[in-house]
C-alpha cells in the first residue's frame, strides 16, 4: 500500500536466443509427465520487474510462472535471460502441478547477477551454466552455516542466539542475532505509573534447512520467548540468503498466546551485536528518515568544532571514508580529541504514521539530546566504520507503527542494535476486548444486539489468542561505510522488496485460477467505461487508507466495511461495520485486478491485505485454529469464527506468484481445518432444532464452508504437499457427494462424515440458497476444480446453481420446487450468469448477466462515479467521500467486472 510509481501494464520482452542455464531439478521420483503429445517445453515468458529500478540492493529475488496443462513436464530445467540474450544464473522449483503430472507453477530464484537488467525471459529447457557464487549450507551438530559467496552466516539450532555471527571475509560484521520481548502485566490507566516490566528472550526449539541452494537457501527457526520457567509467545523465523550477496532476509512471525487481561507486549524486537573496531572518528552513524533522508554523523564528529582538522579530513568523514592519520591534521584538534563526545547511543522512534522522532546521548546514564525528526521514516539504519559495518531495515515502518531502530554503544567494543516492531515508547500492546458484553449473555440477546450494531457477540469469543502478525526485515554485512547512494538503495530495498513478474498475457495464456481474468481492455466505449470505474474504486480505497489513517501494527492491510455519512467517517466504532476481514472477498478482487494488470500499485495493496488478513483475521492456535474471525472493531472480537475468513482462496495468488513460504504454511495449516466443525458450530445462534456435533455427521454448508474447505485441500494436492493424498481424496469425494444430493449446491448443506471424507446423501431435496453462500470464493473455487476434475455431475450441479440463483422465482419453483426466497447480491452473482453462458454458449445467459450487472443491484448504471470534498469542521483530516461506496459492493462489482468482462466480454450491450 505504499506510494510507489505505477505501471499500467508490464512490458512485454523481447524473446532472445535459448540459453543453456543453470537449474534447479523439478518432480520427484515416480512423478507423471505430461500427457504424450504435449509440448516438450511451452513459449518463454516475459518477464520483469514490478516497479522501475531492477534489483538495486536487495540480496536477490523469488518469483512465480504458471505454464499451461501439459506443456511442461515435470522436471523439466529452465533457462532466464536478459532481454539482450545475457544468461542470468536462476534456481527453479515446482510450487504446483496440473493433474496430469506437467508444471502448473514454477518458483525461480535470482541473486545479483540480475542486477542490472530490467526485463528477462524465461524459457523452458537447457542444461544450464553454473552460476558465478554458489550459496552453500553446512550442517554440523549444533549450527548451520550458510555461505553465498560474500557472508557466512552461522545459524543456531537450539539456544538464545538465533544467528551467532555474520561474517565477510575474515571480518565478523555482526554477531549475536536474537529475539527480545518485553512485557508488563497491568495496564496504567490513571496518572501514577506502576507497570513493571520483564524481558523474554527468544529461545530456539528447532531450526531446520528448508533450501540449501544453490541460488537461494532458506533456514527455518522455531521457538517460544522465555523467562525462568515460563515460555510463550511463539515464533517462527526464516532467513533468506542468495548466491554472491552481501545481505540476507528476515521473514518473522509471532503468534500471541498470552492472556489479554495480562500479558501486554511492551516492546517486541529483533537484536544483533555490531563489533566496532575503528577509531571513534572513524565509526559512522546513519539512519535514514524520510525519502532519501539521511542523519549522517560519526561518533566522533570533528566537523563543526572550534578548531578545522582541514576540509580534506571534514570530507572525508561526511563520505564516511578512514581520516588521514591524525599527524596531518591541525594539531590544535588532535591534542584536544579527548574533549570531544562520542556519541554512543541513538534512537529513532515511529509512534504513529505520521511523525518520527530522532535523538541521541553519548552514553547510559546521560541525558538525550534531539537530533531531528519528521514525518515517515523508511526504518533503515546502519552502524559500523571504515572496516565493515551493519546496515539494518524493517519494511513498512511507519505503516505498522509504533516501531523504533535503536543503536546503543556504538562508541565502546561492541554496539547492540536493535529493530523493534513494536516500540518500548510506545503504550504497551493492548489487546483486551473492547467493551463488556452489555449483558448479552444468551443467544436470543446476542442476535439483538446483533439486529443493531451488526456485532455477533458472545463471551468468550473475543479473544486474541491465536492471532499472528508477520514482519519483514533484512540485513546488510558491508565491507566499510556504504556511499551515500549505496545506502539510499539499501533503504529502498528494505522498503520495496524488488519482485519480478510474468506478464498478464501469459498469467491468462496459462488459463490459472479458473480462467476468470482477461488483460485490461479498452477497446469499446463500454469496456472503457468499466475499466474506469475499476480504477476509480482501487484509486478510492488506496486514497482512504491514507485519508483515514488504517496504519498500524495489527490493523495495516486491512480496509472498513462501511461508511456512515452523517459522521462523513467510516463506522470504525459500530460493530461488525468496522473492520472488513474479508468479507465478501476484497483480496480476490485485487489479486484478479492485478493478473489482468500488472500493476504494482494493485500488487503492493493486494500484498499488505495477503499478509494481514492471513495473520490477524485467523486463529493459528488454540480450538479455533483453522478458523477466521468475521469483520468487527476489532479483528478478533466478533463471535462468528468461520472458514469463509480463513480460506486459502485469498492466499493462494500471492503464494504462486511469489512462492512466500509463509503464505505456504498457512494453507498447508488448513487441510485439516474439517476438524473444527467438531467444536464449533457455524450456525449455533439460529438452529431451531436440536444439534451436537457428531464425527460422522457434521452439517457443514455447501457455500461459504466447502469453498474454505476445498480451497485448502486443492493447494495441498496440487502443491503435493505432506497431506496431497488425503486432501485430493477429500476433495473429489466432497465434490462427488455435493453432486449427489436431491437438489445439488441448491440444497445448501450436507451431513459430513470426518473419517470418510464424505457428505451423506439426504433423502428428500431441500432448498437453502443464501446470497453469502457463493460470494466467499466458491465461484473461483467451481470454475478452477471443473477445469481440473473431469466430473461431469459436479459440473452440472454447479452450473445448475449459476443458472437459476439470478433467474426468477418461477423458473427456481419449476426446477427444485419451491423458489429461493428473498435474494441479494444480483450483482455479485452476475459472473455465474457469465461463467454459466461461457460454459454452455448460451447467449441468453451472456445477457441476463450484463443485466444484473448493469441493472439490478450495486454500483448500477445510476452510479455516479465522482468525489465530494471534505474539510474541517466536519471532519478530522480534510479529503473526499463518496457516500454510495461500501466494501461489500465494490469487491462484487470488482469480481463481476472482471469476471464478466473475460467470459461473456464479446456479448456485452454497447451501453
Not at 539482450?84 to 503430472?101: H, I, L
Not at 526464516?238 to 500479558?263: C, P, W
Not at 498478464?504 to 481492455?521: I, K, N
Request: glycine share 10%; aromatic share 12%; with cysteine.
Amino acid at each position: 500500500m505504499s506510494p510507489i510509481p505505477r505501471r499500467s501494464l508490464l512490458k512485454a520482452a523481447a524473446i532472445g536466443a535459448a540459453a543453456a542455464q543453470f537449474s534447479w531439478t523439478l518432480g520427484r521420483s515416480g512423478t507423471a509427465h505430461a500427457a504424450p503429445g504435449a509440448a516438450a517445453g511451452d513459449a518463454p515468458v516475459s518477464v520483469t520487474w514490478l516497479e522501475d529500478g531492477g534489483l538495486g540492493a536487495a540480496p536477490g529475488s523469488t518469483f512465480g510462472v504458471p505454464w499451461p496443462k501439459g506443456a511442461v513436464p515435470a522436471g523439466q530445467g529452465f533457462a532466464l535471460a536478459t532481454a539482450d540474450g545475457k544468461d542470468v544464473p536462476v534456481q527453479t522449483w515446482a510450487t504446483a502441478y496440473w493433474p496430469d503430472g506437467s508444471l502448473k507453477w514454477t518458483a525461480h530464484a535470482v541473486g545479483p547477477e540480475a542486477a542490472g537488467a530490467e526485463r528477462f525471459t524465461l524459457t523452458p529447457g537447457g542444461q544450464g551454466a553454473a552460476p558465478g557464487s554458489k550459496v552453500t549450507v553446512r550442517e554440523t551438530g549444533r549450527r548451520i552455516t550458510v555461505d553465498t559467496g560474500t557472508i557466512k552466516a552461522v545459524v543456531s539450532k537450539d539456544g538464545e542466539k538465533l544467528v551467532e555471527s555474520v561474517t565477510r571475509g575474515t571480518t565478523k560484521i555482526a554477531t549475536d542475532g536474537r529475539l527480545v520481548l518485553l512485557r508488563q502485566s497491568d495496564i496504567d490507566d490513571g496518572d501514577q505509573g506502576n507497570a513493571k516490566w520483564q524481558r523474554f528472550d527468544g529461545e530456539i526449539a528447532r531450526a531446520v534447512v528448508e533450501q540449501s541452494g544453490p541460488m537461494r537457501a532458506v533456514v527455518r527457526i522455531d521457538g517460544k520467548h522465555r523467562k525462568g520457567s515460563r515460555s510463550w509467545l511463539p515464533f517462527s523465523v526464516r532467513l533468506y540468503f542468495y548466491a554472491g550477496a552481501e545481505s540476507f532476509r528476515m521473514v518473522h512471525t509471532i503468534t500471541y498466546d498470552g492472556d489479554q487481561n495480562k500479558d501486554f507486549i511492551r516492546g517486541l524486537g529483533v537484536r544483533f551485536t555490531v563489533p566496532m573496531r575503528d577509531a571513534a572518528y572513524d565509526r559512522h552513524i546513519r539512519i535514514a528518515g524520510e525519502g532519501k533522508g539521511f542523519l549522517t554523523e560519526a561518533v566522533q564528529g570533528i566537523t563543526g568544532l572550534r578548531r578545522d582538522p582541514g576540509a580534506a579530513v571534514r570530507a572525508a568523514q561526511v563520505k564516511g571514508e578512514k581520516l588521514p592519520d591524525p599527524s596531518t591534521w591541525d594539531q590544535r584538534v588532535t591534542t584536544r580529541m579527548q574533549y570531544v563526545p562520542t556519541w554512543g547511543d541513538y534512537t529513532l522512534s515511529q509512534l504513529s504514521a505520521d511523525g518520527f522522532t530522532l535523538r541521541k546521548r553519548t552514553k547510559a546514564g546521560h541525558g538525550w539530546i534531539p537530533a531531528g525528526g519528521g514525518g515517515r521514516a523508511n526504518g533503515f539504519a546502519y552502524v559500523g566504520g571504515v572496516s565493515g559495518g551493519f546496515s539494518f531495515g524493517l519494511r513498512d515502518f511507519w505503516e505498522k507503527h509504533p516501531a523504533q531502530l535503536d543503536i546503543r554503544g556504538a562508541d565502546g567494543d561492541a554496539a547492540e542494535v536493535t529493530l523493534w516492531l513494536w516500540s518500548p515508547e510506545a503504550q504497551p500492546m493492548d489487546l483486551r476486548f473492547y467493551h463488556d458484553g452489555m449483558g448479552q449473555d444468551t443467544h436470543p440477546e446476542q442476535l439483538q444486539g446483533l439486529n443493531i450494531t451488526y456485532e455477533d457477540y458472545e463471551p468468550g469469543f473475543g479473544t486474541p489468542y491465536g492471532i499472528a502478525r508477520t514482519s519483514e526485515l533484512t540485513f546488510w554485512a558491508n565491507a566499510a561505510t556504504p556511499s551515500a547512494d549505496a545506502l539510499v538503495e539499501q533503504a529502498a530495498a528494505v522498503r520495496t522488496p524488488p519482485q519480478l513478474a510474468a506478464s498478464p498475457q501469459d498469467l491468462v495464456r496459462a488459463g490459472v485460477f479458473g480462467g476468470l481474468f482477461s488483460p485490461v481492455d479498452r477497446s469499446t466505449p463500454a469496456k472503457a467505461a468499466i475499466e474506469d470505474q475499476l480504477d476509480y474504486l482501487f484509486t478510492y480505497y488506496k486514497d482512504q487508507v491514507e485519508q483515514r489513517r488504517w496504519y498500524g501494527f495489527w490493523d495495516y492491510g486491512d480496509i472498513m466495511h462501511t461508511y456512515d455519512e452523517d459522521r462523513h467517517q467510516w463506522r470504525y466504532d459500530v460493530g461488525g461495520y468496522a473492520w472488513d476481514n474479508s468479507e465478501l472477498s476484497p483480496d480476490l478482487w485485487l489479486w484478479y485486478a492485478y493478473l489482468r494488470s500488472g500493476r504494482a500499485d494493485i500488487f503492493r495493496f493486494a500484498e499488505a491485505m495477503t499478509r494481514h488478513t492471513g495473520e490477524v483475521d485467523v486463529y493459528h492456535l488454540g480450538e479455533w485454529a483453522g478458523l477466521g474471525t468475521r469483520h468487527g472493531v476489532q479483528h478478533f472480537a466478533d463471535s462468528a469464527k468461520q472458514q469463509r475468513i480463513s480460506t486459502a482462496v485469498y492466499r493462494r495468488p500471492y503464494y504462486f506468484l511469489t512462492a512466500d513460504e509463509r503464505v505456504g504454511d498457512l494453507m498447508h495449516d488448513l487441510v485439516d481445518s474439517d476438524e473444527t466443525f467438531l467444536v464449533l458450530d457455524p450456525i449455533r445462534k439460529i438452529r431451531t432444532e436440536p444439534y451436537e456435533p457428531d464425527r460422522h455427521a457434521l452439517s457443514i454448508g455447501f457455500g461459504t464452508d466447502w469453498s474454505g474447505l476445498a480451497a485448502a485441500w486443492l493447494t495441498e494436492w496440487e502443491r503435493r504437499g505432506p497431506k496431497a493424498e488425503k486432501a485430493e481424496a477429500r476433495l473429489r469425494s466432497t465434490m462427488e457427494t455435493i453432486a449427489a444430493q436431491p437438489n445439488g449446491f441448491v440444497q445448501g448443506t450436507g451431513l459430513y462424515d470426518l473419517d470418510t471424507g464424505r457428505f451423506a446423501v439426504a433423502s428428500e431435496p431441500a432448498v437453502g440458497v443464501s446470497h453469502l453462500s457463493a460470494m466467499f470464493g466458491l465461484v473461483e473455487m467451481c470454475a478452477e476444480l471443473i477445469d481440473l476434475i473431469e466430473m461431469p455431475k459436479f459440473k452440472e450441479a454447479w452450473l445448475d446453481y449459476c443458472r437459476y440463483f439470478n433467474a426468477g422465482r418461477t423458473e427456481q419453483a419449476a426446477r427444485y420446487g419451491k423458489h429461493f426466497g428473498t435474494l441479494l447480491l444480483f450483482q455479485g452473482h452476475s459472473r455465474q450468469d457469465a461463467y454459466a453462458a461461457a460454459q454452455l454458449k448460451d447467449d441468453q445467459l451472456a445477457a441476463r448477466a450484463w443485466q444484473k450487472f448493469y441493472r439490478s443491484d450495486g454500483y448500477t448504471t445510476a452510479m455516479k462515479w465522482d468525489k465530494t470534498k471534505l474539510e474541517g469542521p466536519a471532519v478530522l483530516e480534510p479529503g473526499y467521500e463518496h457516500l454510495w461506496i461500501s466494501t461489500n459492493t465494490t469487491a462484487l462489482f470488482g469480481l463481476a467486472a472482471i469476471q464478466n468482462l473475460a467470459l461473456v466480454g464479446d456479448k456485452m450491450p454497447a451501453t
